[in-house]
């Protein structure tokens, strides 16, 4: 089992930043891939950034179109931890941020996705 416990959240001037954490306990961490999701009320849950296990190659990283430049996932195995550096904030960023964790580094439906954690809320004003 793998617990994830997400932070960083709050309102934010559109333009601004914010850094998401994602705290990871349980199964080892190194061999999960992360994930960041999002959903907006009355939509989807939708895939935000992704991020593979570091290997003797280093890791990979995958994003959404819309956050492609703006946002960069990354994460900390000592330490147990994801982030979600968000720059360049829009009001359509706003929604709820989950983490999520699983053994394989694909991008999918999120009823795939093996491990969640309840969600951190983000709030971009115009």
């Known amino acids: 089992q793998v617990q994830l416990l997400e932070s960083g959240g709050g309102l934010v001037q559109a333009g601004g930043s914010l850094t998401l954490s994602c705290a990871a306990s349980?199964?080892?961490?190194?061999?999960?891939?992360m994930y960041w999701f999002r959903q907006a009320p009355g939509k989807e849950r939708e895939f935000v950034a992704g991020?593979?296990?570091?290997?003797?190659?280093?890791?990979?990283?995958l994003y959404e179109d819309s956050v492609k430049g703006r946002f960069t996932i990354s994460r900390n195995n000592a330490k147990n931890m994801v982030y979600l550096q968000m720059n360049s904030l829009k009001p359509e960023d706003t929604a709820v941020y989950y983490c999520?964790?699983?053994?394989?580094?694909?991008?999918?439906?999120?009823?795939?996705?093996?491990?969640w954690g309840q969600g951190t809320q983000v709030t971009v004003s115009s």
């Open positions: 349980g199964r080892s961490f190194s061999s999960l891939a």
């Open positions: 991020i593979s296990r570091i290997s003797w190659t280093g890791s990979s990283t």
């Open positions: 999520a964790a699983d053994g394989a580094f694909v991008v999918t439906n999120p009823s795939k996705y093996d491990y």
